[in-house]
């Protein structure tokens, strides 16, 4: 949290700015959401008294509520993006619409998905990933992706909006957007990416942890990426039994994790229902003559595939991570070889079809050599009983590395640039080190050294979090007394007051904004 006003007062000069702004919120129709933006805003206005306008959707039933929350909070200017009411309204933007449509559209006939998704750009903003990211979120389309009539609609409508809020921004002359994520063509996602190509300060507030400040690069290599951070990374003071002590926490939940969710970490260890397997265990689900000591074992291990793999960083080498799932079982079912490829599904994703989906293509193959993976094993016994790991930009292959086993990726990852993994220009170089991943040699001791510090980074002391960091207590303490506010008067109607965040605020002489008012 520090870290974030720091760099609002070193570059933004967001509160020497004596003129009234106009600050943008959108509304996801999610009541914590909503708590984090006017937390945020309210944080961002203790000096001046700034204008806000709430950005919703009219014909969402969830919206619709949240405005009257926003407005019993002191927000008391809407912007209705309802797209059937805009159609009366911007009827040019409307027409404008029709040729990016067609364009695009045939654009992906011609050269393939790929390309829309690193090309398509609308008033100098890149929206194909969006665009793509949304439709094959619905019914499985990520298997066959095609320029169907539901393509159609969405990007016609990602054109429009992206179109609408440009106009909006530069009509209104906004300087700050808050939204509640950056992910899909809905008005956060294209108000984030509208919002960083007009070089406008784009925020997200997450569950009163940490503040999220996008740009440029972290869209296309993700925000929590380390590439500008290696010596940071590299100057980490910690003994190597304390760093192996952490990972054997990091594994048994025995710590908070800042980067890996606590659910994720739960699941993938699943440490109530687990069952451990040695190698002899998982080398009996393989038909083989050779003796089984002399059998290599790689796990390919999956994404979620419909949950917005863009969302980490819009560079990657495949159209999306099914994309690259597949097309990499279809090399590995026709190579022989006397690898073993023990394939797993994501056990975090909430779309359970999806396990289903891999299931059913491995059996289809048929291949002596490739098997699943048992539902029951921890990622903790994978790695310790396999020899690498193929991922499109997991923590897997982090993992693996922190223990000196190779790991191959298909995209820009957080932990890119290292040399602590395996990466590929193209898809080609990718192919090419898949096939020779039995001969990539484990890494040296520096480099397991060096693969554990990012981890212990990453997950203890990633920027602008409040987890772990006693400097920030008092102000943690007080965001959770501020949720609790909230909490009360939405039990509480007859108490809610225009301005009783900021009176709130008001009051309060210590803490989180009597740092924020030092350091900005």
């Known amino acids: 949290m520090l870290r974030i006003f720091e760099i609002l007062k070193k570059k933004d000069n967001f509160f020497d700015n004596k003129k009234k702004e106009t600050i943008i919120i959108s509304n996801r129709g999610k009541r914590q959401s909503s708590k984090n933006a006017l937390i945020l805003a309210n944080i961002f206005n203790y000096k001046d008294n700034n204008l806000f306008k709430l950005?919703?959707?009219?014909?969402?039933?969830?919206?619709?509520?949240?405005?009257?929350?926003?407005?019993?909070?002191?927000?008391?200017k809407f912007i209705d993006f309802n797209v059937k009411k805009f159609f009366l309204f911007y009827k040019k933007e409307l027409f404008l619409?029709?040729?990016?449509?067609?364009?695009?559209?045939?654009?992906?006939?011609?050269?393939?998905?790929?390309?829309?998704?690193?090309?398509?750009?609308?008033?100098?903003?890149?929206?194909?990933?969006?665009?793509?990211?949304?439709?094959?979120?619905?019914?499985?389309?990520?298997?066959?992706?095609?320029?169907?009539?539901?393509?159609?609609?969405?990007l016609f409508f990602a054109v429009f909006k992206t179109i609408c809020i440009s106009k909006m921004i530069h009509k209104e002359s906004i300087k700050t957007v808050i939204i509640n994520t950056n992910s899909y063509c809905y008005v956060d996602g294209l108000l984030c990416r509208v919002g960083i190509s007009n070089k406008l300060r784009v925020y997200e507030f997450l569950n009163f942890?940490?503040?999220?400040?996008?740009?440029?690069?972290?869209?296309?290599?993700?925000?929590?990426?380390?590439?500008?951070?290696?010596?940071?990374?590299?100057?980490?003071?910690?003994?190597?039994?304390?760093?192996?002590?952490?990972?054997?926490q990091r594994f048994n939940m025995g710590i908070k994790t800042n980067y890996t969710f606590s659910r994720d970490l739960r699941i993938t260890n699943n440490l109530r229902s687990a069952k451990y397997y040695n190698r002899n265990d998982i080398l009996k689900k393989f038909s083989t003559n050779e003796k089984n000591s002399k059998k290599f074992i790689v796990v390919l291990s999956a994404h979620a595939f419909s949950d917005a793999p863009h969302c980490l960083g819009k560079k990657f080498l495949f159209n999306d991570y099914f994309d690259q799932f597949k097309q990499t079982l279809d090399v590995i079912k026709n190579y022989k070889n006397n690898i073993c490829?023990?394939?797993?599904?994501?056990?975090?994703?909430?779309?359970?079809?999806?396990?289903?989906?891999?299931?059913?293509?491995?059996?289809?193959?048929?291949?002596?050599?490739?098997?699943?993976?048992?539902?029951?094993?921890?990622?903790?016994?994978?790695?310790?009983?396999?020899?690498?790991?193929?991922?499109?930009?997991?923590?897997?292959?982090?993992?693996?590395?922190?223990?000196?086993?190779?790991?191959?990726?298909?995209?820009?990852?957080?932990?890119s640039g290292f040399g602590i993994v395996r990466e590929s220009k193209n898809r080609r170089t990718y192919f090419k080190n898949l096939l020779n991943i039995?001969?990539?040699?484990?890494?040296?001791?520096?480099?397991?050294?060096?693969?554990r510090k990012i981890l212990y980074y990453l997950e203890t002391q990633v920027p602008h979090h409040f987890n772990g960091n006693p400097d920030?207590?008092?102000?943690?303490?007080?965001?959770?007394?501020i949720s609790q506010l909230f909490t009360n008067l939405s039990l509480k109607p007859s108490m809610y007051n225009k301005n009783v965040l900021n009176k709130f605020f008001a009051k309060k002489k210590s803490s989180i904004l009597t740092q924020a008012k030092k350091i900005i």
């Open 472 to 481: 920030l207590k008092k102000g943690f303490k007080e965001l959770n007394k």
């Open 55 to 76: 950005i919703f959707d009219s014909s969402d039933v969830k919206q619709l509520k949240e405005k009257n929350f926003f407005f019993k909070n002191g927000v008391n």
């Open 438 to 451: 039995k001969n990539q040699k484990n890494l040296s001791i520096s480099k397991v050294t060096l693969a």
């Open 97 to 154: 619409s029709i040729y990016p449509t067609f364009y695009y559209s045939i654009g992906i006939y011609k050269k393939g998905f790929y390309w829309f998704i690193n090309n398509c750009k609308i008033k100098n903003t890149y929206i194909g990933d969006l665009v793509f990211d949304t439709y094959c979120n619905k019914n499985y389309n990520f298997t066959n992706p095609k320029v169907d009539l539901e393509f159609l609609k969405i």
């Open 209 to 248: 942890n940490f503040i999220k400040r996008y740009n440029l690069f972290n869209t296309n290599y993700g925000y929590f990426s380390l590439k500008k951070k290696k010596k940071k990374v590299k100057r980490v003071l910690i003994s190597n039994k304390k760093l192996k002590n952490f990972i054997n």
């Open 341 to 415: 490829w023990l394939i797993r599904a994501n056990p975090t994703t909430y779309n359970i079809g999806e396990k289903k989906i891999i299931k059913d293509m491995v059996i289809n193959i048929n291949s002596k050599n490739i098997r699943l993976a048992p539902s029951n094993i921890t990622s903790k016994n994978l790695v310790e009983i396999c020899d690498a790991v193929v991922t499109g930009r997991g923590t897997m292959a982090l993992e693996f590395a922190c223990f000196g086993k190779p790991a191959l990726i298909a995209g820009p990852a957080t932990y």
